[in-house]
């Protein structure tokens, strides 16, 4: 997979067209997936997206400043997404249903301040506020939808217009509260920003699976990406898939943002909605962003414990980093660039998991080129052509560990040693298979001009540099 944008994207509307434009290439280099911006109209032209406005508007309508989106006009979305199923790539939204911002006109309701670090605590007497909470969408009028939105289809705000105090408001009414099946972070984390959607609501309820099942088909969506799913009900989070999955012919793929490092947390929610979402692997994330803040200090050897890829390899999408983690957002943990090469030799090669390439890591951030390309190409195409068969992990030693694959009778010539390193230059002895045997292995990133044969056990003495990644295939004409 790979996520197809970063915050800095120029807001000029042409990433739809440039990802068309992409299809091809992205196919070439082995991706077989991509993850999507939200599409939906936010805030205002220069809106990544997550200030989301209204839910069916893709790029059509004459609202928030502009008929197109930050990213490009709903014509141009579904050329791009026509162009990369030509080449057999799948297409993920990222859809954003915790909130909605940019509100049409303001309503009055009844409200009780509450604790930021702890939103089951409140602060206030129930008072009347002037809330951002009303949603008619003049510039759509009615297409698709004719349902409204107002106070009560919400849970929280965080602005009361009267007077422009900011604080977290929690929306009083006859069976309003906080939801359950929320992250318990911060007493109960419903809250995030902006008007909290009420997911125990019936008419949202229906409302959002509605939206969900139209958007998947107006599109031809082959999954999503679903955002900031630990402040939703698990149980929305259920039936929501159920009822999109019910209308959609094919496999219909789900991944969540849960941002949690805690593994038991990742567990819990699996657990809660019958394991049918994979989860991003943050723990991964995170420990990989420790690994290289810390250098040699860091027990490589540990670089799994704790991760969701160890536990539920069939649920865990791997990564490097996204726009979470990347400089400049609330979630920064960005990690190192001399540890990058590394961390994606690692999710790019090994058997489990679903790894995540960032767009920023491949293409760039705020227009400037990465320095990682060229090496997540060579991974890229080590993965397509040598990363097959058994796999044997050598996480054995503090600061050089690796794993290798086998390959398999079905990719001529496939099988690979993968080697890292945090420390000084590194070797360890790794069996690839005893197929192998008298055969010469090379390296491909182009850190090491040795070469390696292969024994008669299919033992060979593989080396890495101090600081470095090194991919080892064989050698051949």
Known sequence: MIQYFEWNLPADGNLWKKLKNDARHLHEIGVTSVWIPPACKATGPNDPGYGIYDLYDLGEFDQKGAVRTKYGTKKELIA???????????????????????????????????????????????????GWTGFNFPGRNNTYSDFKWHW??????????????KAIYQIM???????????????????????DIDFDHPQVVEEVIKWGAWVSKELNLNGMRLDAIKHINDQFIERFLSGVREVMEQEFYAVGEYWK??????????????????????????NMYQASKQGRSYDMSKLFDGTLVSQHADLAVTFVDNHDSQWGSSLQSQVEDWFKPLAYGLILLMEQGYPCVFYGDYYGVGGKESMHRGVIDTLLQARTNYAFGEQRDYFDHPNTVGLVRTGDEFHPNSGVALLLSNGEDGD??????????????????????????????GNGTFKVHGGKVAVWVKKTD
């Not at 790794?430 to 056990?457: A, F, P, R």
């Open 428 to 457: 360890k002895v790794m069996n690839v298979g005893e197929t192998h045997k008298g055969e010469v292995w090379h390296e491909i990133t182009g850190s090491m001009t040795d070469v390696v044969t292969i024994d008669d056990q």
């Open 80 to 130: 791009a997404i026509e162009e990369l199923h030509k080449y057999q790539i799948s297409v993920y939204l990222d859809a954003v249903m915790n909130h909605k911002a940019g509100a049409d006109y303001t309503e009055k309701f009844k409200v009780r301040e509450v604790d930021p670090n702890n939103r089951s605590k409140p602060i206030s007497d129930v008072y009347e506020i002037e």
């Open 173 to 195: 009414g006859d069976g309003k509260s906080w939801s359950d099946g929320v992250d318990s972070e911060n007493g109960n984390y419903d809250y995030l920003m902006f008007a």
């Open 261 to 286: 490092q805690d593994i038991n947390s990742l567990n819990a929610y699996l657990k809660d909605v019958k394991y049918k979402v994979d989860l991003f692997d943050v723990p991964l994330h995170y």
């Open 152 to 165: 009560y289809h919400f849970s929280g705000t965080d602005f009361n217009n009267a007077n422009g105090k």
